[in-house]
């Protein structure tokens, strides 16, 4: 699978994005969903996966509450509403898929696929 994320920009402290992931090739819905971000510096950071249907979310702690994630199956493409923003969510954001739900993979961050980075700063 094939994964193009895009949305991200410049936003004020306190304000939101949305950040969108296409997919193309499998079928996407067989496809656990999930985004991750890496602040200068830092280590990529898992942030959030839905399952192939959208039954099933998770959240880091430092998002919970203002982050969503969501899927359109229909339209192969995934998303990551991001509300309340803060300096520290300033990151290059990368989507990523993998057949597994399994928590402990995710937060390895060995996923079977991998898009693009797109870059989200916040201003304070």
């Not at 998770?58 to 994630?69: A, C, Q």
């Not at 359109?72 to 954001?93: C, I, R, W």
Request: hydrophobic share 35%; with cysteine; aromatic share 12%.
């Amino acid at each position: 699978v094939q994964l193009q994320a895009c949305g991200g920009g410049l936003v004020q402290a306190g304000g939101s994005l949305r950040l969108s992931c296409a997919a193309s090739g499998r079928t996407f819905s067989s496809y656990v969903m999930g985004w991750f971000r890496q602040a200068p510096g830092k280590e990529r950071e898992f942030v959030a996966h839905i399952s192939g249907s959208g039954g099933v979310t998770y959240y880091v702690d430092s998002v919970k509450g203002r982050f969503t994630i969501s899927r359109d199956n229909a339209k192969s493409t995934l998303y990551l509403q991001m509300n309340s923003l803060q300096p520290e969510d300033t990151a290059v954001y990368y989507c990523a898929a993998d057949s597994r739900l399994l928590l402990r993979l995710w937060a390895s961050g060995q996923m079977g696929y991998w898009g693009q980075g797109t870059l989200v700063t916040v201003s304070s």
